[in-house]
């Protein structure tokens, strides 16, 4: 098939695991190469990375052996600002003619769409009757999804609402989670309507077979993300603080270079110090992939405390390198994590819990070796992009098969 993969929150072209790169960008860049190996023609339509809307600039030292087409679309007027997802939103009707122009010129036969930004500008690209017989296939992560039902979220200022709306005008919604699934139900859309597809990681870059850092002879925990949210790592600086012997990395964040300069580290910082634990902790910055398995590696223990509602693929590339993951049953971890066999889950936002765990888990290092070793079988089978692939494939060949057309566009914005 020729497939469309439309993705306007983040561009392939952008390296994983950078300040300005996200799951969309990291999705993408694994997807599109193993959805090609299976045969498939694909194409790649995504923002061009200096066009005003992204205001982002290109990433350096970073270059792929690509076997897909990318295709930047340009992106007309200056935004007013905002989060990325908004000034898409602003942009709607001149990034969808540039999607419409791509379809017709490539005659695709199917569109996969991930996150809702690209979902809501194919929606509208879509409109034409030449177009709107070519199925939608249209992947949901949960990272724009407030965890908790009380957060104050963007979820609660009508995006849910958006998603769902999309997801119902979609051929086939995809979710990669079962609590992204489940906050995708609404009008038009049952449950048992959306299947769930994980997404994967780079098995060959991420396994326990490699290389590891260096530690300061101490246990070593990590964490990682682009900088893991505020109020979490304050909480997990506390916990650091009350285990002795226990080094803390935070992987992620501003370039190293970047991070004497920038204010949110240099306020996690100066917590530390204030805790008396500045000297076991290290704010390594953004890494090169190679270098961020090699921390993973060296770690008894991967902690992600944010809550948050996304597939959490650094988890599973920490599992694939043989570190067991303690986290917060929410979002992905829920899926991906087996509470007491791969790791640990704890209820949303329960410091005192996630102390006491760490500490235990500390005290056990059988447990932890145990775990560690389940973590990479369980990550090495079930989360390689080829095998994600494969899944996403047969509902791909479904929706080919049966495509629908949604709603209407008015509809979707009512």
Same mark, same amino acid.
């Not at 992204?180 to 077979?209: C, E, H, K, M, N």
């Not at 290290?282 to 996304?310: I, K």
């Given at each position: 098939?020729?497939?469309?993969?439309?993705?306007?929150?983040?561009?392939?072209?952008?390296?994983?695991?950078?300040?300005? +790169?996200?799951?969309?960008?990291?999705?993408?860049?694994?997807?599109?190469?193993?959805?090609?190996?299976?045969? !498939? %023609?694909?194409?790649?339509?995504?923002?061009?990375? &200096?066009?005003?809307?992204?205001?982002?600039?290109?990433?350096?030292?970073?270059?792929?052996?690509?076997?897909?087409?990318?295709?930047?679309?340009?992106?007309?007027?200056?935004?007013?600002?905002?989060?990325?997802?908004?000034?898409? @939103?602003?942009?709607?009707?001149?990034?969808?003619?540039?999607?419409?122009?791509?379809?017709?010129?490539? !005659?695709?036969?199917?569109?996969?769409?991930? +996150?809702?930004?690209?979902?809501?500008?194919?929606?509208?690209?879509?409109?034409?009757?030449?177009?709107?017989?070519?199925?939608?296939?249209?992947?949901?992560?949960?990272?724009?999804?407030?965890?908790?039902? &009380? +957060?104050?979220?963007?979820?609660?200022?009508?995006?849910?609402?958006?998603?769902?709306?999309?997801?119902?005008?979609?051929?086939?919604?995809?979710?990669?989670?079962?609590?992204?699934?489940?906050?995708?139900?609404?009008?038009?859309?049952?449950?048992?309507?959306?299947?769930?597809?994980?997404?994967?990681?780079?098995?060959?870059?991420?396994?326990?077979?490699?290389?590891?850092?260096?530690?300061?002879?101490?246990?070593?925990?990590?964490?990682?993300?682009?900088?893991?949210?505020?109020?979490?790592?304050?909480?997990?600086?506390?916990?650091?603080?009350?285990?002795?012997?226990?080094?803390?990395?935070?992987?992620?964040?501003?370039?190293?270079?970047?991070?004497?300069?920038?204010?949110?580290?240099?306020?996690?910082?100066?917590?530390?110090?204030?805790?008396?634990?500045?000297?076991?902790?290290?704010?390594?910055?953004?890494?090169?992939?190679? @270098?961020?398995?090699?921390?993973?590696?060296?770690?008894?223990?991967?902690? %992600?405390?944010?809550?948050?509602?996304?597939?959490?693929?650094?988890?599973?590339?920490?599992?694939?390198?043989?570190?067991?993951?303690?986290?917060?049953?929410?979002?992905?971890?829920? %899926?991906?994590?087996?509470?007491?066999?791969?790791?640990?889950?704890?209820?949303?936002?329960?410091?005192?819990?996630?102390? @006491?765990?760490?500490?235990?888990? !500390?005290?056990?290092?059988?447990?932890?070796?145990?775990?560690? !070793?389940?973590?990479?079988? @369980?990550?090495?089978?079930?989360?390689?992009?080829?095998?994600?692939?494969?899944?996403?494939? %047969?509902?791909?060949?479904?929706?080919?098969?049966?495509?629908?057309?949604?709603?209407?566009?008015? &509809?979707?914005?009512?």
């Amino acid at each position: 098939m020729r497939i469309a993969l439309v993705s306007l929150s983040g561009s392939p072209t952008l390296e994983p695991g950078g300040q300005h +790169s996200g799951f969309a960008n990291a999705y993408v860049a694994g997807l599109a190469p193993a959805l090609n190996a299976t045969g !498939h %023609d694909v194409t790649v339509l995504t923002l061009a990375v &200096d066009a005003p809307v992204m205001s982002l600039p290109k990433a350096t030292g970073f270059s792929r052996q690509r076997s897909y087409e990318i295709v930047e679309l340009p992106a007309s007027g200056t935004p007013s600002g905002g989060p990325l997802a908004d000034a898409v @939103r602003q942009q709607v009707p001149a990034i969808a003619a540039e999607i419409a122009g791509s379809l017709r010129a490539r !005659h695709a036969d199917v569109i996969v769409t991930v +996150s809702w930004p690209a979902a809501l500008a194919v929606a509208a690209a879509t409109r034409d009757s030449e177009l709107a017989a070519i199925p939608v296939v249209s992947v949901f992560d949960g990272s724009n999804q407030a965890a908790r039902p &009380d +957060s104050s979220g963007p979820d609660s200022a009508g995006l849910g609402r958006l998603r769902q709306a999309l997801a119902a005008a979609a051929t086939t919604a995809v979710a990669t989670s079962t609590s992204a699934a489940t906050r995708l139900v609404g009008p038009g859309l049952a449950r048992s309507a959306v299947p769930v597809v994980p997404a994967g990681i780079d098995t060959a870059t991420f396994d326990r077979s490699g290389p590891s850092a260096t530690t300061r002879n101490l246990p070593r925990v990590v964490t990682a993300g682009r900088l893991p949210d505020g109020m979490a790592m304050d909480g997990l600086l506390r916990i650091i603080s009350r285990i002795p012997a226990v080094e803390l990395v935070v992987c992620g964040g501003p370039e190293p270079a970047e991070l004497s300069t920038d204010a949110e580290v240099r306020r996690l910082m100066a917590a530390a110090e204030t805790l008396g634990i500045a000297k076991r902790v290290t704010f390594s910055g953004r890494l090169p992939r190679s @270098r961020l398995a090699e921390v993973f590696r060296s770690a008894e223990l991967y902690v %992600d405390l944010s809550g948050s509602d996304s597939f959490g693929m650094s988890a599973v590339e920490a599992m694939a390198c043989g570190t067991p993951v303690l986290g917060f049953d929410v979002g992905g971890l829920t %899926d991906t994590v087996v509470d007491g066999v791969t790791g640990r889950l704890l209820p949303v936002g329960d410091m005192t819990a996630a102390m @006491r765990v760490l500490a235990s888990l !500390h005290n056990d290092p059988f447990a932890l070796q145990a775990m560690g !070793h389940a973590a990479a079988d @369980r990550a090495s089978a079930r989360y390689p992009w080829r095998r994600v692939a494969e899944e996403l494939n %047969d509902v791909l060949t479904s929706a080919f098969g049966q495509s629908v057309p949604g709603p209407e566009l008015a &509809d979707i914005h009512a």
